[in-house]
């Protein structure tokens, strides 16, 4: 069982960059893939990035470019680093643990943490 917490949301501007941080508890952190998704009022939760245990990344279109997704497993940490964002990347921000694959699909994910905001004003 693996336990998440995200830090690191806040309100920015438009052009500007942000960094979010997924602290996961547990020892077998390194075996797990993991996913960054993020939901908006009145939307479905959607994929956002994913990093495997050998680090192999994959990212959704629409951030391709301006996020990077890395871990640490030596720290347990999940990242996002977010850069040249935008008012359509505000929303909640949810990192997930998968024990199988670095998938796109949310109920492939058996843990996530409780989110965090992030706002981006134009």
């Known amino acids: 069982q693996v336990q998440l917490v995200e830090s690191g949301g806040g309100l920015v501007q438009a052009g500007d960059s942000l960094s979010l941080s997924c602290a996961a508890s547990?020892?077998?952190?390194?075996?797990?893939?993991m996913g960054w998704f993020r939901q908006a009022p009145g939307k479905e939760r959607e994929f956002v990035a994913a990093?495997?245990?050998?680090?192999?990344?994959y990212y959704t279109d629409f951030v391709k470019g301006r996020f990077t997704i890395s871990r640490d497993n030596a720290k347990n940490t999940l990242y996002l680093q977010m850069n040249s964002l935008k008012p359509e990347d505000t929303a909640v921000y949810y990192c997930?643990?998968?024990?199988?694959?670095?998938?796109?699909?949310?109920?492939?994910?058996?843990?996530w943490g409780q989110g965090t905001q992030v706002t981006v004003s134009s």
């Open positions: 990093i495997n245990w050998s680090h192999n990344t």
């Open positions: 547990g020892r077998t952190f390194s075996r797990y893939a």
């Open positions: 997930a643990a998968n024990q199988w694959i670095a998938s796109r699909t949310p109920s492939d994910y058996g843990y």
